[in-house]
């Protein structure tokens, strides 16, 4: 907090999660945090932010999937639905960059 505190001015927002492994409640929590440190009402404080991560690999540990349709949600969860419901763009990466080369191939082929 003290880094923020300093900061602020020049802060911008990258975070180090896997969005994967953030669900509802968390992202709801961290949009209303953003905007009291920022002191503004836009989403995530009027910070630009991007979700990466492979959404059908893990789900989030105690707390519900970003994707979870919001019908009974209440408190946090309720307002993350809403905002993850604003986003509206989304770009599939359909090439595995880690296995490239040869040194990669069985590590490749376990993942066939």
């Known amino acids: 907090m003290h880094f923020i505190d300093q900061n602020i001015g020049h802060l911008y927002l990258k975070l180090g999660y896997f ?54 949600l209440i408190g946090f969860e309720l307002l993350g639905a809403k905002f993850y419901q604003t986003f509206d763009k989304c770009v599939f990466l359909d090439e595995p960059m880690r296995q490239i080369g040869k040194a990669k191939k069985p590590f490749r082929e376990l993942l066939s």
């Open 19 to 72: 969005f994967i492994m953030i669900g509802l409640c968390m992202l709801g929590y961290l949009n209303e945090r953003l905007k009291a440190v920022f002191q503004n009402d836009d989403d995530f404080g009027g910070k630009h932010c991007i979700l990466t991560g492979d959404f059908g690999q893990v789900r989030p540990v105690s707390d519900v999937p970003l994707f979870r349709n919001p019908d009974g």
